[in-house]
């Protein structure tokens, strides 16, 4: 095809702990695809413009890097609810609506697509379950990432043992928001105020997805931490939604994060 160049996932250190105990990830970046124009790169997005029939391709290569056979590359219909599924093979009915997936199942990848949102992988080693979630603001907001550790929780993890690392999303530098994007969060708690800063703009902030993403992470009992790699400023390496809303370009890719057990 278009580009025999192959994936380059972004790894975290604390998830590569769990590789003796056979878990697999990576924070898939656009290097390695065959999609071309806006979509240049790894796009994974079955939901965007680009050809499918690359879409397709790129997802066979993320799936092969994984070590999964293609269908077993597991993604979902993402909502940005807080709702988890139990992944136990390949869907029957396409994909289903829901932001995250757990499973204790080997040989198959659980993957979250982003472009800005929060994509997290979630491994307890000694129970070999694994979790993969897609948190934006609503999703983290609403409890998906409380929902996955619980889910996980369900298949015989101990949310101590869990580790957690937020990949590659909006940093607070890129992210602006209104006032009432602020009173959501502070009317919700208080202390919510300290994941805004003020912007160039009056009455406007700068969000953190980043650290509140963590805390609520670490809030809820597991180890936690994020890449903190800006899927905004990082153009070469990321697709960003924001970024193409400010261009006002017609569609945008989506990268994906991936975690499976080994056989």
Request: include cysteine.
């Amino acid at each position: 095809m278009l580009n025999d160049s192959k994936p380059d996932p972004i790894r975290s250190n604390l998830l590569a702990s769990a590789e003796a105990n056979g878990i697999r990830h990576g924070y898939f970046t656009r290097t390695g695809g065959v999609s071309e124009g806006i979509y240049q790169g790894l796009n994974i997005g079955v939901g965007s413009d680009d050809d499918q029939v690359l879409v397709v391709e790129n997802r066979r290569r993320v799936a092969s890097w994984m070590g999964v056979a293609a269908d077993h590359l597991l993604s979902l219909y993402q909502v940005h609810s807080p709702d988890v599924i139990v992944a136990t093979g390949p869907f029957a009915d396409g994909r289903p609506k829901a932001d995250a997936l757990v499973t204790d199942r080997p040989g198959i990848a659980l993957g979250a697509s982003s472009a800005d949102c929060g994509p997290v992988l979630f491994a307890d080693p000694e129970a070999r379950i694994i979790g993969a979630a897609h948190a934006g603001w609503k999703g983290a907001f609403t409890g998906v990432l409380e929902n996955t550790v619980t889910a996980m929780e369900g298949l015989g993890a101990k949310r101590e043992r869990i580790l957690a690392v937020l990949g590659p999303s909006i940093s607070a530098a890129n992210y602006e928001v209104g006032p009432e994007f602020v009173a959501r969060f502070t009317d919700a708690n208080a202390d919510n105020a300290r994941y805004f800063a003020p912007s160039a703009n009056a009455g406007h902030h700068m969000f953190d997805l980043n650290l509140y993403t963590v805390d609520r992470l670490r809030n809820a009992g597991v180890v936690a931490e994020a890449l903190n790699r800006c899927t905004y400023a990082e153009e070469d390496l990321f697709y960003s939604y924001r970024r193409t809303t400010h261009r006002k370009e017609a569609d945008y890719g989506r990268q994906i994060s991936a975690i499976a057990l080994e056989d």
